[in-house]
């Protein structure tokens, strides 16, 4: 099996959210933050072992989701 290791980055209402779900606090060390990404990619990402055609799907924004990072943005600022 062949593994690569990618670096990310993700905004801090991100983290906010990672942190809801998995009922981390704010100022988790970064280890426990990137154990959450990968929990989430291989829970409910789209995994695929081999390479595969992708057909062309129209995506529609979780809008729930747009807004409650919204009214957390508001709240922080």
């Known amino acids: 099996m062949n593994y690569e290791s990618r670096r990310i980055t993700i905004s801090y209402l991100a983290v906010i959210e990672l942190c809801k779900i998995f009922d981390l606090p704010q100022d988790a060390p970064t280890q426990a933050l990137s154990a959450g990404v990968e929990k989430l990619v291989f829970q409910h990402g ?12 129209s995506t529609q924004p979780n809008k729930s989701a747009l807004s409650a990072m919204v009214t957390n943005f508001k709240g922080a600022a």
Do not use: C, F, I, R
């Open 46 to 57: 789209n995994v695929q072992a081999s390479p595969k055609v992708e057909t062309s799907l």
